[in-house]
C-alpha cells in the first residue's frame, strides 16, 4: 500500500478454487443457519447429525453438485492458527442461478439475512463462523471483528441468469445494499458491475489480449507488470479489470481499517429522490448543447458518505447520445423490438398498458438527431424510470423507461487557474455550490402523467453502463457508467427506489425489503 504515500506491508495468502458456491466455503453453522430458496435435498436442518448412507445438505439445493463444508474443512480451516488482519472474498457466479424466478425489479430475489434466506444469510453467517474459528484459539491474536472485503459481482458473469443479477449483487451485502452494515458489521465492498469485459464478441480475438478495434490499436494491454488488465480466460467470466477491482479494494479497506478519514471508501449513496416539473425555459446540456425538454428527476446522494472534499459528478459517454459505429444491422433500436427493457409490446398491449401517448414516448423521442429535429428512444442509460405499476410490490407491473442523465462536473481538466471549473465549489470563495450531491434527469413522458412514475432504478442490470453500445466496436471501459464520484471516481452504488407522492419513500440501499411489509 506504498503507492500512495502508506507503508503498510502486506502479506497474501491465497485460498481459491474456480467454479465453487458458497456452501462449499461454510460450515456446519452455517449450513444449519441458512434455508436456501429452492427445494433442497433436506428440508431441515440436519448437518450436525447427518445421515446414514447419503451426507447432510440443509441448504443445498435438488441436483446441486456442491459439496458442503467441503473447501472449508480442506483450504480454510488449515489457517485458522494463522493470525490474520482480515480477508477478502471474490465468488458467486455459480451461485446466481439459486436465486428465485422473478423479474428484474425484485431485491430479494436471492435472499436476505434478517430472514435467514438464500446467499444474503450464507455470506452473513459465513462470515460471522470464520470470525469465530480464526479467533477460537488460546494463543490467537486474530480479531473477533477482523475486516472482510467484498468485490460485487462484474457484468457478463451471472452464468445466465441475468434477470436475477441486480438482486445478487444486493444480497452480496446480505440484502442491505452496502458495506459495512448492520447484517455484516467491519466489512466493505468493491463495486464491480461496472468492470466487466471491455469489449463484445471473442474477447481475445484469438490472441491473449484484445484489441480496440476502431482504431487498430491496442485498447487493453495486458502486458506484464503493473497492466490494468489481465490476459482473457474462459471469456468474460474472468473479469480481466483486475486492477481496478483491487485499486477499489484498496481504498476501502485504507478508510475502514486503516482509519484514513480523508479517503473515500464509497461512490455516490442514494438517499432520496424528488420529481420536479418542467422548467418554463428548456436548459441544454452543458457538454453536448442539446436542450433538456420535459420534467426532471433529482437524485440525492449522502453528503457524509460523500466526504468533506467529494461531490457528485455525471459524465454521459458518447454511446449514450449517438449511433453506434459500425454496419446498421450491428445495433437494435429499442422501440422496434421491446417496448421497455424485457417487456414485449404485445405483453404492454395485453397489459393494458400500451396507450397511444406511451407507444408515442416509447417511438418518437431521445435519440438525439440533426438540430432541431426530434430523438429517438432506445434504451441508453442505466437510469430507469418505471411509469405505472404496483407501489407496494416493485416486481409487479409497470413499465420501465430510460431517463437522460444531464452531465455535471464531467471536465477533468488538470487546469487550476482560477478560471477553470471546480467540481462542487466556488474556486473564489471556496462555499459549497448548491445540489453537489445531486444528480439531474430528464424524463421521456411526452404527454404521459409524471404522477404516474411509480420507481427508479440505476446500475439495476447484468451489464448496466454501455447499454446499446456495439462493443465489438466501441468498447466499454471500467467506469463507464456516469455516476460517480468527481474525486474518488468511485461508482454510483446500484439502487432500486420507490416513487410515491413524487419522492423516493424506499430505497433498496438502506431499506428493509418492501416484502417486510414497508
Known sequence: MSSEGMSVPVGVVSSSWGGTMIQDWSDNSTMNACRSLLPTKIPSGAWEKGQPGRSPSFGVPVGSPVQPGSLFNAMVL??????????????????????????????TLCGWAATGTGYGCFIASMVKTWRHWWSAG??????????????????????????AMPAFRNT???????????????SFMAQAFDAG???????????????NWETAAEGYSCQPGFSD?????????????????SQRLAKAARALVYKDDDTAWTGPVLVGCTLEPAPSDTPVDPKHALPIPGPRLRLDFNKTLLGPTDAVSVRVPGWELSLPHGPPDSYTPYPMSIGARGQPFADLAAAGLLTQQLLQVLTATWRPGAPGKAHNLLYTSPLEIRYGGSTTNLSDGGVWLSARLVNQCYDRSPDTS?????????????????????????LPLGALNVTEITAVRYGWGEDPCCPGADRTVSPCPPGSCPINGFNSTLPAVPFLARVRNGKCDWNSIVDSPLSTGN
Request: proline content about 9%; overall charge neutral.
Open 229 to 245: 488488465f489481465t490476459p482473457t480466460f474462459m471469456g468474460g467470466i474472468h473479469p480481466r479489470s483486475k486492477r481496478v477491482i
Open 172 to 186: 452480496q451485502t446480505a440484502g442491505g445494499g452496502l458495506l459495512p452494515s448492520r447484517l455484516m458489521p467491519f
Open 138 to 163: 488460546p494463543f490467537s491474536a486474530t480479531s473477533t471483528l477482523f475486516p472482510f472485503g467484498v468485490a460485487s459481482l462484474a457484468g457478463s458473469t451471472s452464468e445466465g441468469h441475468s434477470a
Open 78 to 107: 488449515p489457517w485458522v492458527n494463522y493470525t490474520i488482519r482480515g480477508s477478502i472474498w471474490l465468488q458467486g457466479e455459480n451461485n446466481v442461478g439459486e436465486c428465485i424466478d422473478g423479474v428484474l425489479g425484485d431485491p
Open 418 to 442: 482560477s478560471h477553470a471549473p471546480m467540481c462542487g465549489w466556488n474556486r473564489t470563495t471556496g462555499a459549497r455550490l448548491p445540489n453537489w450531491n445531486s444528480a439531474l434527469a430528464a
Open 197 to 211: 469485459e471491455p469489449v463484445g464478441g471473442d474477447p481475445g480475438n484469438g490472441n491473449a489480449c484484445s484489441r
